[in-house]
């Protein structure tokens, strides 16, 4: 299992950053290996909320996530995406700075390989920082 977490500031307060940060589709304005973000289904978003991520690496693939926890008083969701090779669990938490000038948003992925392809983990957890960092330097840019 590759392992990744980032805490990033934002000038947003803590609720505008969680509500922008819940909105899955917006990964595609700060996270670079994101092609396309969709919402496939209606309604406010909350527990149950699909998304479908496309992303490249080497191809474009895409994964469909679904928030399986949403605590909107706490700030703190949990989205699981999966497609026919990876598994993602990533957790997003929002909290006010200490300061008061915004929040801070930490973002924890989990990403490991189906099947066979676990043994490639080991890998993985290598490409999975240098995709993490490019995606934290890409929120800190968005929700800055």
Not at 12 to 39: H, I, K, L, S
Not at 41 to 46: A, M, N, Q, S, Y
Not at 48 to 69: A, D, P, W
Not at 105 to 111: Q, W
């Amino acid at each position: 299992m590759a392992r990744y977490v980032a805490t990033v500031p934002s000038s947003r307060d803590a609720d505008a950053a969680f509500a922008y940060m819940a909105d899955f589709t917006n990964a595609q304005e700060w996270d670079p290996g994101v092609v396309r973000g969709e919402r496939l289904d209606d309604g406010p978003i909350g527990l149950g909320s699909r998304f479908k991520i496309t992303v490249k690496s080497l191809r474009e693939s895409s994964l469909v996530y679904e928030i399986t926890e949403y605590d909107a008083a706490a700030r703190r969701l949990v989205l699981r995406g999966t497609n026919a090779l990876v598994i993602s669990v990533d957790e997003i938490s929002v909290s006010p700075s200490a300061d008061g000038s915004g929040s801070e948003v930490t973002y924890d992925a989990d990403l490991v390989f189906r099947g066979p392809l676990r043994l490639l983990d080991p890998i993985l957890k290598l490409s999975f920082k240098s995709i993490g960092d490019k995606a934290a330097a890409g929120l800190r840019e968005t929700i800055a």
